[in-house]
């Protein structure tokens, strides 16, 4: 009888008595060991002790506003744009005064520009009558305002809210497949991958380093593997070197 009671017990739910557990996706694999992910990540944060994004922004608002803007953009091209936008129209409430001519005449060199600059307005609208005029901590609020999605939502969560979450943009979907580190098929899978993979230490920082990476060391076309300072730990087909670069501190440099 006690014997009967442990089964069903170990079983679950059967009885009726255990809830259910939601099952966690099977994701592909990474090609290191834990011990590896953190030697990975511990060289990035000796290279990037304060990894910083390169948009642009004075406050929260402008900080959604200029990640709104760089969805098929580059960050220098919208920073050139945001500079005199922010300078008129740092809160919501300026930028509606600004009005949607205004704020398109801003934006008009960065692409969909007619597009981006109706949801400048829409949002900060919606802003102001939902939420005081503030930034919502909160993903599954911002991801209802317009013009914002998921990846948009993680980096103002990250930036302006300290939370560690990670939005893959190109360069880090295409790190975390070319070197195996969290492969996945689409977005979402990669950034659960690499949740699941990235030491808790490492993720407030994570996305910037991987971000950064990306931009500058292990780009598109070709990764500069002389340059990296993972080039004897990464296992990416697409490695030419297996000798890692100095750890050494690199600077920052604002980009214009
Ligand atoms: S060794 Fe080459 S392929 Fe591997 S992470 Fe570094 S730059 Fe990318």
Redesign the pocket.
């Known amino acids: 009888m006690e014997k009967a009671k442990m089964k069903s017990a170990r079983a679950g739910t059967k009885t009726g008595t255990a809830a259910p557990r939601k099952r966690r996706k099977r994701l592909p694999k990474g090609a290191y060991s834990q011990d590896e992910v953190t030697e990975i990540f511990h060289r990035f944060s000796v290279q990037r002790p304060e990894p910083k994004g390169e948009l642009e922004h004075v406050n929260a608002y402008t900080l959604l506003v200029a990640v709104v803007l760089s969805a098929q953009a580059t960050d220098a091209g919208v920073n050139k744009a945001t500079r005199a936008l922010f300078a008129a129209a740092d809160t919501p409430q300026k930028m509606l005064g600004l009005g949607e001519d205004k704020v398109r005449e801003h934006i008009r060199t960065i692409g969909l520009y007619r597009n981006k600059a109706k949801n400048v307005i829409a949002l900060s609208k919606a802003l102001i009558e939902d939420h005081g005029g503030e930034v919502p901590p909160d993903r599954d609020a911002l991801v209802e305002l317009p013009g914002v999605g998921r990846k948009t939502a993680n980096v103002v969560l990250n930036m302006a809210f300290g939370q560690p979450t990670m939005a893959v943009d190109t360069h880090i979907f295409r ?1 975390a497949n ?2 195996r580190l969290a492969p996945g098929k689409t977005v979402d899978d990669v950034e659960e991958n690499l949740l699941r993979t990235i030491p808790d230490q490492f993720l407030q920082h994570g996305h910037h380093w991987l971000i950064l ?1 990306g931009r500058y ?3 598109a076309r070709k ?3 002389a ?2 300072v ?2 004897d730990i ?1 296992k ?1 087909k ?4 297996d000798i890692p670069a100095a750890l050494v501190p690199v600077e920052q440099k604002a980009i214009s």
């Open positions: 790190i070319r070197v990476h060391v292990c780009k990764p500069d593997c340059a990296c993972i080039a990464c990416s697409e490695k030419t070197c």
